[in-house]
Nanobody
Framework: QVQLVESGGGSVQAGGSLRLSCAAS?????MGWFRQAPGTEREGVAR????????YYRDSVKGRFTISRDKAKSSVYLQMNSLKPEDTAMYYC????????????????WGQGAQVTVST
């Protein structure tokens, strides 16, 4: 069983930055960040292959967000720069042992979520 705990959420003005952290009891082959805004379905934001560091981002955050991992600390991070109001959502850390696409159905373990609010 993998336990995930997010931290670092909060409120920031548009154009600002936040860094989310995910402390894991153990990191799996693939770690991801998802988000869900009110009235929308949960969507994948980014994922990283733990061994190689290979990353993938949804188009709307490319060039602004960076996912990273620290295997020694068993942690995953999401650096969010140039934040926009449309980035406002609950952000979730997720993990899976199977190499697969950034889809909610492919991730077995989930954190409790961290709220990110971006104001104009």
């Amino acid at each position: 069983q993998v336990q995930l705990v997010e931290s670092g959420g909060g409120s920031v003005q548009a154009g600002g930055s936040l860094r989310l952290s995910c402390a894991a009891s153990s990191i799996t082959n693939v770690m991801g960040w998802f988000r869900q805004a009110p009235g929308t379905e949960r969507e994948g934001v980014a994922r990283i292959f733990t061994a190689s560091g290979n990353t993938y981002y949804r188009d709307s955050v490319k060039g602004r967000f960076t996912i990273s991992r620290d295997k020694a600390k068993s942690s995953v991070y999401l650096q969010m720069n140039s934040l926009k109001p449309e980035d406002t959502a609950m952000y979730y850390c997720a993990a899976t042992s199977i190499y697969s696409s950034l889809d909610t159905d492919n991730f077995r373990y989930w954190g409790q979520g961290a709220q990110v609010t971006v104001s104009t």
